[in-house]
């Protein structure tokens, strides 16, 4: 499962842009906590194990038995207004990635598990 954080980086961008430091400091710590709790949160479901965190990404492993009901999990832990992401479930990395792809260009805050979804 790959998780991506949604319009991160144009946030991110205007704060550049509008050279405000003070926003842009405030805005990555946002982010940061953000996949902290997300992290903490997906730790806490069985069958779930992450692998690796970057910026406003996540790898994590999923037991197949777990698969069908990730994608209700996930979506109680967005945070409209504050943070929310994409996340494409699939067999190996590239279906994962796929799966992400096709959940950012069908709307955004959604959970795509490939090749259900695709």
Do not use: W
């Not at 982010?31 to 949160?41: A, F, G, M, Q």
């Not at 997906?42 to 197949?64: H, Q």
């Not at 990730?70 to 409209?80: F, K, M």
């Amino acid at each position: 499962m790959i998780i991506d954080g949604d319009d991160i980086g144009n946030r991110v961008e205007a704060h550049l842009l509008s050279n405000d430091v003070d926003s842009f400091t405030t805005s990555s710590k946002e982010i940061s906590s953000s996949i902290d709790e997300l992290v903490d949160s997906l730790n806490k479901i069985p069958g779930v194990y992450v692998v690796s965190t970057g910026g406003d990404s996540i790898l994590a492993r999923i037991d197949s038995a777990h698969i069908g009901s990730i994608g209700d999990l996930l979506s109680n832990l967005q945070r409209p207004g504050r943070f929310t992401f994409s996340a494409g479930i699939g067999d190996t990395l590239r279906e994962s990635f796929v799966a992400l792809r096709m959940a950012k260009a069908t709307g955004k805050r959604r959970t795509v598990t490939y090749p259900r979804d695709c």
